[in-house]
């Protein structure tokens, strides 16, 4: 595995390492490369002047050319030929030294290698000279073409800057270094700070004091650790009131069959069909409340996949709202409902069942007296279908409606009605309508009563 460091190494490291690459740069350019780069500087010139000199060739002023070239370049130049011997630059120069028979040897070496023969003297000497010398033809005439530059020693520029980049090299490690430690301080204290308090977190203590805002990035990993603590807290909490609600939902029935049994074994007058009936309606809630945590488990765990067809929406609604006709039979509640014929929608019929159970069972515990509910579909804009379950019950305050959908959440905690309720219908509702990316949602108002609804699409 690759050994871990810590981010001060890191940064020390990586400083370090760039400074030693631009000074090593420094190094290699101002002081190896300079002397060759400097001559071979020199000897493009003097090859760039030729060329420009050889094309001007045929004009008249080439005297003032010449003259012009060798100003402006520190050159020294002379075009000879059988009428003509223009010399220009520095007097000193090394071409006004030469005499006829010297230019005219050049001329020769130069034919003999092609044209053009380049000298430079020695180069260890302090001081070199360069002489290209070309042969070239101008009105009819062959003329020799000397252009010469002087190489000026480069050793004591490389002494000074060697000493130059010593100094400079020091500065900038002990700069390195200052700039290393701030960083460190500045960057890795406020993490460091971050984690120490994360650690509290792992231990349990939520409510950590987060102070390390230095930066942007600080400050958002802050924030969203503050945040974290919060959800992690909430869910502990919540945690706890389902493993309350769960035990106290699964000891009421279970106190309920075992109480019942015990009671027709001991009285035989007491074995009446509707004593059984407690006993299976109690059983499919310990089934019902199972299946739920099961189903929620797996929806969270993603391993729950979609078989998703084409399905008629209406029957599902109706067979969905006939199951609780025994509603209305035994306990009053009215159900209404508006649902258009042969309407095809594509997705998961069997969780979208699912779904509208859960609105439905919500819709019948929290009616209180108001004992109606809607259960409706309504043709939208853009082939869309609006299915709906209303009722006209407690309702849910604002500040909540948000909360509902959150794992083991209860707006009332006392509420006495638990049929179904575990606190997780609504979870499990937004996991398979998010999986079948539809809209849903609630409006709600206290002593008014809610609608809950999801948004499908409409198959051609
Ligand atoms: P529960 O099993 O507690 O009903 P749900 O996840 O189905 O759990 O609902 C979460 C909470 O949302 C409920 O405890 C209740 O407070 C609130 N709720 C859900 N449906 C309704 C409704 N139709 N009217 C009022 N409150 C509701």
Redesign the pocket.
């Known amino acids: 595995m690759k050994k871990k460091v810590s981010l001060k190494w890191k940064l020390a490291r990586t400083f370090l390492l760039f400074t030693v690459f631009l000074l090593c740069l420094l190094w290699v350019f101002q002081i190896a490369l300079l002397k060759p780069m400097y001559q071979s500087y020199k000897r493009k010139t003097i090859e760039n002047i030729s060329s420009g000199i050889i094309q001007q060739l045929n004009r008249s002023n080439i005297n003032d050319v010449i003259y012009d070239y060798s100003v402006r370049n520190d050159l020294c130049i002379r075009l000879m030929n059988s009428n003509q011997d223009v010399i220009a630059g520095n007097v000193g120069c090394v071409l006004y030294r030469l005499s006829n028979q010297d230019i005219l040897y050049q001329g020769e070496l130069a034919q003999s290698n092609g044209g053009r023969y380049f000298y430079q003297s020695n180069q260890n000497a302090n001081y070199q000279t360069m002489i290209l010398t070309s042969v070239v033809s101008a009105n009819n005439q062959q003329s020799v073409l000397l252009v010469s530059a002087v190489v000026n020693p480069v050793d004591p520029t490389i002494q000074t800057l060697r000493m130059q980049i010593g100094y400079i090299t020091v500065i900038v490690i002990f700069v390195v270094l200052l700039l290393v430690i701030w960083l460190n301080h500045t960057i890795v204290r406020p993490l460091d700070l971050i984690t120490s308090e994360a650690e509290h977190l792992a231990r349990g203590y939520y409510n950590p004091t987060f102070s390390a805002d230095d930066y942007i990035e600080a400050d958002k990993l802050n924030q969203t650790l503050i945040s974290a603590a919060k959800e992690i807290h909430k869910a502990d909490q919540a945690k706890k009131d389902l493993l309350a609600n769960v035990s106290h939902d699964l000891r009421t029935p279970l106190t309920m069959i075992s109480g019942y049994g015990e009671m027709m074994i001991d009285l035989p007058g007491e074995k009446t069909d509707e004593n059984i009936q407690v006993i299976i309606d109690e059983s499919k809630r310990l089934t019902n409340l199972v299946n739920d945590l099961l189903d929620y488990s797996k929806l969270e765990e993603q391993k729950i996949e979609l078989h998703q067809e084409k399905f008629d929406i209406s029957q599902v609604l109706k067979d969905v709202a006939k199951k609780y006709e025994i509603y209305q039979l035994k306990e009053g509640y009215q159900f209404h409902l508006e649902i258009p014929e042969g309407i095809i929608v594509y997705g998961d019929s069997f969780r979208i069942q699912q779904v509208l159970n ?1 609105f439905i069972i ?2 019948i ?2 009616s209180d007296k108001k004992k109606q509910i809607d259960i409706s579909m309504t043709l939208e804009e853009d082939n869309n279908v609006r299915i709906s379950v209303r ?1 006209y ?4 305050e604002q500040s909540k409606l948000k909360d ?1 959908w959150d794992r083991y ?4 905690k006392q ?1 006495v009605r638990f049929s ?8 499990i509702a937004k996991q398979i309508l998010e999986l079948h990316q539809v809209a849903f949602g609630v409006t ?1 108002q206290v002593d008014v009563g ?1 609608t ?1 609804y999801f948004i499908m699409k409409r198959c051609k």
Do not use: C, P, Q, T
Not at 420 to 427: E, N, P, Q, T, V
């Open positions: 859960n919500n819709a515990n929290y009722d019950g407690i309702g849910i509902i959440y209860k707006v009332d509420h179904h309720g575990s606190g997780i219908g609504l979870a709600s809610s809950f």
